[in-house]
């Protein structure tokens, strides 16, 4: 069965330093999407990417944070300066066409800055 | 936005028994989804249930809609020390490009073996 994947599993950085984190959505899918998970919290939504452009994004996706799907294949995060607070899971989700298509999530990343 | 409240925060059953957790929401939606998460792990979609329908099946999954409630049930059936996890609904209003989740606190469910 297609599963959407994500690399690294655990990423550790210092405080100000950029990650990537990338993800392989399911090869048919056309939507794509970031959520955050903070230990103890709510899964919150980042941001969506429709037709290689951003369909909407929350307030926590500041100018700090960037999407790029580079290759039409990879979906990347990436996080230019980072901040102790972003220390989180990051979840990939991709979602077919069609009007009631679910999102598939990915297995998540846990970022740890220090 | 659109965001599901679910109810109770937290059920423990026998394993055996049946589980029921309750979703409420606020406005008009395009149908409702049910996630799990396991402990550390990403979301996995359970079932979802258009505004024009009432119930769903799924193995041992039910789920209801009822619309003028504003309201949605899961229940899991002969539940297993394997449906250990939180359980979040996720209605959603649209499903165009813009279609985020957003999700509540979510049930902890605890099968105890």
């Known amino acids: 069965e297609p599963e959407v994947t994500q690399t690294p599993s655990h990423q550790v950085t210092q405080m100000g330093q950029e990650v990537i984190l990338r993800c392989v959505p399911i090869?048919?899918?056309?939507?794509f999407y970031w959520y955050r998970q903070i230990l103890g919290q709510k899964v919150e939504f980042l941001v969506s990417?429709?037709?290689?452009?951003?369909?909407?994004k929350s307030e926590i996706f500041d100018d700090q944070f960037s999407v790029e799907r580079p290759d039409g294949s990879n979906f990347t995060l990436k996080i230019r300066s980072t901040k102790l607070e972003d220390s989180a899971m990051y979840f990939c989700?991709?979602?077919?066409?069609?009007?009631?298509?679910?999102?598939?999530f990915g297995p998540g990343t846990r970022l740890t800055v220090l | 936005s659109q965001q599901g409240e679910e109810d109770p925060q937290a059920l423990s059953i026998q394993e055996g028994e049946n589980a029921t957790m309750n979703c409420s929401y606020k406005?008009?939606?395009?149908?409702l989804q049910w996630y799990r998460q396991n402990s550390g792990r990403g979301l996995v979609h359970l079932i979802l249930?258009?505004?024009?329908?009432r119930e769903k099946h799924s193995g041992r999954l039910r789920v209801t809609l009822d619309t003028s409630k504003k309201s949605s049930s899961l229940l899991i059936t002969a539940s297993r020390a394997a449906d250990t996890a939180s359980y979040f609904c996720?209605?959603?209003?649209?499903?165009?490009?813009?279609?985020?989740?957003?999700f509540g606190k979510g049930i902890t469910l605890s099968v105890r073996p």
């Open positions: 989700a991709s979602r077919g066409q069609g009007a009631y298509n679910e999102q598939f």
């Open positions: 090869s048919n899918h056309l939507y």
């Open positions: 249930i258009r505004s024009n329908e």
């Open positions: 406005t008009s939606i395009n149908n």
């Open positions: 990417f429709y037709n290689n452009e951003i369909s909407e």
């Open positions: 996720a209605p959603l209003a649209y499903t165009g490009a813009n279609s985020k989740l957003t």
